[in-house]
């Protein structure tokens, strides 16, 4: 056993966690001593990724190509992407403009590294996917939130938004549709936002990693539809469009030079993304889209069944989310304590789930579940929910 321990850099302490890692581990836990657990927590898509997709990758296996590549990623996977970018977004974009990684969780967090200053400040929803502020705040930089209120379907409130914005403000970020609410920005909102931005000259970093997932109006981007490419960041990915979470494949879009920042943060630390993996991404973006369109409708079955269900429990509202593959439902007529919650419906009722504010303190009272599951499984989790909260008592 070690007698002295070293002490860690101050900067991990302003690192911050995901829960959903936490309370999948805590749900693994239990499923050792041998409960039934259903996994509502965890944001991957519960279907195997395409057969060309993976064949594609065992290919490239085949062929060795299993050496390093180039820090910022193979050029034809770069220029396919750039060519995907142009395509379903309506800007034309470059090779150049692209860095692809490891997921696109090492895009986000290169990308705040490469841009932010201690005491710069960066605009967040509250809630939001957490990587956002932990790295903000890694960095000894400033998170600023942004309410994102149940009334508004969760929308970005542009006077909120404006409000939020200092001289220090280097960027704001939004992601649409959106984790953990599955809430989705309109065309004018994508227009006031891009206006706010202009105005007050920051950075716009846009995360539509689940641009796939839109389920009763069609994708708005803020890349496509914001005309200020010069001033906006593209954060997207494989993971969840092509059931791809494991393989670890994401990419950026940026203005040349900072497309060049993050290449050079890249090769100072992962050096590059896996040779084969990124074959197999050329293989989803240029290959057969029905297992694609196949996903998205068996969502938006589960979608619409959760959410009827949901409002069938007494105490629990649900809005319908517009996209993502999470329902958020409001809790707070039962408990505003989500976490509270969240933890009896995993140790009584064999549901994980997390709780809302976990995503931020606005989304206390909430609880978000992913119906990344079967329908099957989705049923009998309502039905279990239902159970645990008849046993539940508020502290
Ligand atoms: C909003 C958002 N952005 C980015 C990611 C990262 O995805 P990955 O690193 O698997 O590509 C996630 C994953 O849950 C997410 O929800």
Redesign the pocket.
Known sequence: MPTTTFALADSMRRLGTESAFVVLARARALEAQGRNIIHLEI?EPDFDTPEHVKNAGIDSLKRNRTHYSPASGIMELRDAIAKHVTKSRGVPVTADQVVVSP???PI?ALTLMALLNPGDEVVIPDPA?P?YRSIVTYVAAVPVSVPLLERKNFRLELDALENAITPRTKAIVI?SPH?PTGGILTPDDIAGIAAIAKRHDVLVIT?E??NRHCYDAPFASFYGLGGIPDQTIL?D?F?KAWAM?GW?L?FGVFPKYIADAVGALMLNTVSCTATFVQDAGIAALTGDDKPVQAMHDEFLRRRDMLVEGLNQVPGVTCKLPGGAFYVFPNFSAIDSDDIRLAAHILDDGNVAVLGGSTFGPNGRGFIRLSYANSEENLREALSRIRKALASYRRA
């Open positions: 944001g997921g696109a969780k986000i996917y990587a992601n984790n995360d990693i689940y954060i990915g993971s979470t670890r994401g």
